[in-house]
Every structure is written in structure tokens, then in C-alpha cells.
């Protein structure tokens, strides 16, 4: 599917696309995907208009630990802090924005600051407290959306341009896979400081 989208997908020595030249040849899973450790696999692609890169980091549960791994899920049971060990995929997409490269005097994009997310109801007390752009958004009920998601945005305006026909359609059919789609300019991390354009 990436190929189709994206020029290069992987890790090339050379650099070279990694697009399938013809329908009969085969893509090199192997050059796709690089495992930092036993548990994370992380992989990107780029080459696509508009689009810097796209960046997927797979995190699996420590199963190659089989005591450490029922550990975790022991103590999970036990104390709510403490999250259930679960498999995730997290794919970060970072449009070009016509401010490229950033300029210090200028902060680090073109866009104004916003935050749009769809989010699972299960899952959105934990990603509220851990991003800090999405403690920043109102939470509503959408129509044409299942009531276990919830959207999170500062204004209806962004909601309508996000959520078109085909994404609200393909949605509901991920079901408890999806924990988010986040569309933000906004750091995930609170600001220490705040930004002071300089003055000429």
C-alpha cells in the first residue's frame, strides 16, 4: 500500500526508490522496516508532493520476555495506573508548509496553531494528560460518527474541513484499533517558554 503512495519506502543503502517498477516484481519487505529493539520496529517513506515524510514506529508487547511480560500484565491488573501491555502502531505524517527550512525569527511553521483529533472515549482521559495540545481542545460528540469516538478541536470550522465523507465512512470500521487521528501545529510537550519574535 505504501508503495503505491510513496516514492521510497524503507531503508536503502543507496538511497534508490523502493516503488515497484513493474506488477510482476516483488517489494523487499526486509528493506522496509528496521527493529531498534526485540519490541519496537520502526519504518518511513517519503517522496510524495506536499509530504515531508511519514514515520511508523510498531511497539509489540514484551513476549520475547515471557516472565517480564506477565509481569507487566499482573500488575496491570491490579493497579489502573499502570497500562495493559497492548501492541500499538503509531504512523506521524509531517506536511511540507511552505516554510521550509524554518526560521528561528519565525517559529517552525507556516500554519496558525491548531488541533484536531478524533479519539477513542476509551482512550481519551490518558491521551488528554500525556499531549498537551489535546488538553487544549473541546470535546463533542459528531454526527454520522459512533458514540465511542469523540472529536477534539477549538472550532467546528476545522471539524468540517478534517472530517470529509470518505474519512467519517472509513472510521467506524476500525473499531477498538483506533485510539486516535490527530491533525495539530501544536507541541506535544508543554512549552518551558514562551515565543518572543525578535524586533528590527
Known sequence: MLT????????????????????????????AIQD???????????????????????KLQRRHNPVAWCMELLVSFFFDAIPVPTDSITMTISPFDGAEPPKASAGNSKYDNFIWAVVNKRHMRRWRDERYDMSLTRTSDWEGLPNWLAVMGESKEIGDLCLYQQLKEVIPHCGDFLEYLIVSDMPKEKPTKYFTPSVA
Open 36 to 58: 531498534n529493539t526485540h519490541m519496537e520496529f520502526v519504518s518511513y517513506a517519503s517522496g510524495r508532493q506536499n509530504i515531508s515524510f511519514l514515520h511508523t514506529t510498531i
Open 4 to 31: 503505491k503512495e510513496f516514492a521510497l519506502v524503507g531503508f536503502t543503502k543507496t538511497g534508490a526508490s523502493n516503488t515497484l517498477t513493474s506488477p510482476d516484481e516483488e517489494f523487499d519487505v526486509d528493506a
